[in-house]
C-alpha cells in the first residue's frame, strides 16, 4: 500500500495516476461481461424508466460545473452514461431483440469503458445537481452511482481511488485512522484542549462517529463536538470499534466493502445501545448511512441517524444549546449530500441564525448550490485536478459575490476541496467549520 500525504492540502497517494485495472489479465471481454452484468443486476423499475426517458433538453449540461466551466459536450452529465444506457437498449430494454437483431447497438467494449473511466469518475462528483434540474426527474447521480458498480466489477476503478478504498475495507479507515491512531489522537486531544473525549464506553444515549480527515487534517472539530456534547450533558462516546463514518466502497462502486463499512458503524452502534448515531461533518457519510444503511443492515435501524447540523440545529430548538453570538457576516457552503442529495438544508441555517450571523446567501444557495468540486472521490485522484480547479472557479466567484466576511460549511471533504482551490489560486479566503463555530460560541454555563 502506498503511503499517504497528510502534509499537502488534501490527502493524496504518491504514485502517478493511471487507469488501472485491478484483474490484471484478465481478458478485455470478460471484463465488459462483468461490468454490464454488475450494471443490469441494480437495474430496478425506475432505473430502467430513466433509461427510456431523455429528451435530450440539455438542461442537466448547465447544471454541471465540469461541463459550464469546460463547455466541453462530453461532461454532459448524461452522455456519462451511455455505455450503460447503450448496453441497456441492447440486453434489456423493450427493444433490445431489434437493435440486436439488427446491429443497431453495438456490444459494449472493454476499451469503451475505460475511455470512459474519466468520465464516470474524475469528472463527476454525484453532487445530484443534473438530477434536480432534469426535467423528466432523471435521477443521474444515483446512475453514476450504478455505473460505478459495473466499473468495479471490471476492475477499472481508477488506481488512486481504488487502492483508498481498499485500506478503507483493510484497515477501517481510507487514510490509515487505524484504532491505535485514533486513540492516540484522543489522548493527545483530551490533554491538549482539556477537554474529556468519551471513548469506548460500553453504554451511552449517542455514539458519534468521524471522519479520517477529521481526525488527521482537522482535529479541532474532534474537540469541538466533545465540548458541546460535554456542556449538554449527553450520554455519549466514540467507539473504536465503529467510528469510521466516511465510506469510500460507496464512491468506488464496491457494494461488499460499502455493506462492510457500514455494518462496522452499526454494529458498534448497536453494542453500546446508543439512541441516536451522530454522523460528522461528512456529506457522503451522511447519504451513505441515512438513506442507504438500513437497506445494507437488512432491517430498519434501531437508532436515529443525525448529521452534526441536524444535532445541533434541534438542539438549539429545542432549548438544550446555548450560543452566544458571533456578531460577523457569513456565507454557508451547502454540501451537497446533505443539502441537495440529503434534505437536510435548514438545519444549518438554524445554527447560524442561533449564532446571530448575518447570513449573505450564496448565488444560487440552498438545494440549488454549486459542488465544490471534489466529492465522489474527485479530490483522491491527481489526474482530475485540472477539472477540480477549473470548476472551483465558480464557488470563488459565489463566495465573493455575497460580500461575507466569512465561509462556513458542514462537511469536511468540501473543506479540503477549499483549503486545496485556495492553495491552487492564493485566494485569501479560508473555510470554517459550522461545528467548530458552534463550540467557539457557547454561551456561559
Not at 426517458?53 to 459550464?68: L, M
Not at 489526474?383 to 460549511?409: L, N, P, S, Y
Request: with cysteine; hydrophobic share 40%.
Amino acid at each position: 500500500m502506498n503511503e499517504l500525504d497528510f502534509d499537502t492540502p488534501r490527502f493524496t497517494i504518491k504514485k502517478p495516476a493511471v487507469r488501472h485495472d485491478q484483474q490484471g489479465d484478465a481478458p478485455d471481454a470478460e471484463r465488459a461481461a462483468r461490468a454490464i452484468d454488475a450494471f443490469m443486476r441494480d437495474m430496478t423499475r425506475s432505473a430502467a424508466t430513466y433509461m427510456e426517458s431523455c429528451i435530450h433538453c440539455g438542461h442537466c449540461a448547465e447544471a454541471c460545473h465540469f461541463y459550464v466551466t469546460s463547455g466541453d459536450p462530453q461532461y454532459t452529465p448524461i452522455w456519462k452514461l451511455e455505455p450503460f444506457k447503450q448496453a441497456y437498449k441492447r440486453e434489456a430494454g423493450p427493444f433490445a431483440w431489434f437493435f440486436r437483431t439488427f446491429s443497431l447497438k453495438k456490444a459494449v467494449t472493454a476499451e469503451k469503458l475505460r475511455q470512459w473511466q474519466e468520465l464516470l469518475y474524475d469528472s463527476c462528483t454525484m453532487c445530484g445537481r443534473c438530477t434536480l434540474a432534469c426535467p423528466m426527474g432523471i435521477d443521474i447521480a444515483g446512475l453514476v452511482a450504478q455505473a460505478r458498480h459495473g466499473m468495479f466489477a471490471a476492475g477499472l476503478v481508477p488506481h488512486e481511488l481504488w487502492a483508498v478504498a481498499e485500506r478503507a475495507e483493510r484497515e477501517g479507515s481510507p487514510l490509515g485512522a487505524t484504532p491505535k491512531v485514533l486513540k492516540e489522537r484522543i489522548e493527545w486531544l483530551a490533554d491538549e484542549h482539556e477537554v474529556e473525549i468519551a471513548l469506548d464506553r460500553p453504554q451511552a444515549d449517542v455514539m458519534v462517529t468521524l471522519s479520517s480527515i477529521e481526525i488527521m487534517k482537522y482535529p479541532a472539530s474532534i474537540v469541538a463536538v466533545a465540548k458541546i456534547l460535554n456542556r449538554m450533558g449527553v450520554s455519549w462516546t466514540i467507539r473504536s470499534d465503529g467510528y469510521e463514518a466516511t465510506n469510500f466502497g460507496l464512491f468506488s462502486g464496491n457494494l461488499d466493502w460499502q455493506r462492510d463499512m457500514s455494518l462496522r458503524v452499526i454494529r458498534a452502534a448497536v453494542a453500546c445501545r446508543a439512541k441516536t448515531l451522530l454522523l460528522p461533518e461528512c456529506g457522503h457519510a451522511y447519504g451513505a448511512m441515512r438513506w442507504q444503511g438500513a437497506n445494507l443492515y437488512g432491517k430498519p435501524l434501531p437508532f436515529q441517524v443525525l448529521h452534526i447540523s441536524e444535532f445541533l440545529a434541534a438542539a438549539v430548538r429545542e432549548g438544550r444549546l446555548k450560543l452566544k453570538p458571533m456578531q460577523r457576516s457569513v456565507t454557508f457552503h451547502d454540501p451537497c449530500q446533505v443539502s441537495r442529495r440529503g434534505g437536510a438544508t435548514s438545519a444549518p441555517r438554524e445554527v447560524l441564525a442561533a449564532l446571530g450571523a448575518d447570513l449573505h446567501e450564496m448565488p444560487p444557495a440552498g438545494d440549488a448550490n454549486w459542488c465544490c468540486g471534489g466529492g465522489g472521490g474527485v479530490v483522491t485522484l491527481h489526474r482530475a485536478d485540472e477539472h477540480r480547479h477549473r470548476a472551483f472557479q465558480i464557488k470563488m466567484q459565489q463566495v465573493e459575490a455575497t460580500g461575507a466576511e466569512r465561509i462556513a460549511t458542514s462537511c469536511s471533504n468540501c473543506r479540503l476541496s477549499f483549503d486545496d482551490g485556495q492553495a491552487h489560486y492564493k485566494w485569501d479566503r479560508k473555510m470554517e467549520s459550522l461545528l467548530e463555530l458552534a463550540a467557539e460560541h457557547l454561551a456561559p454555563a
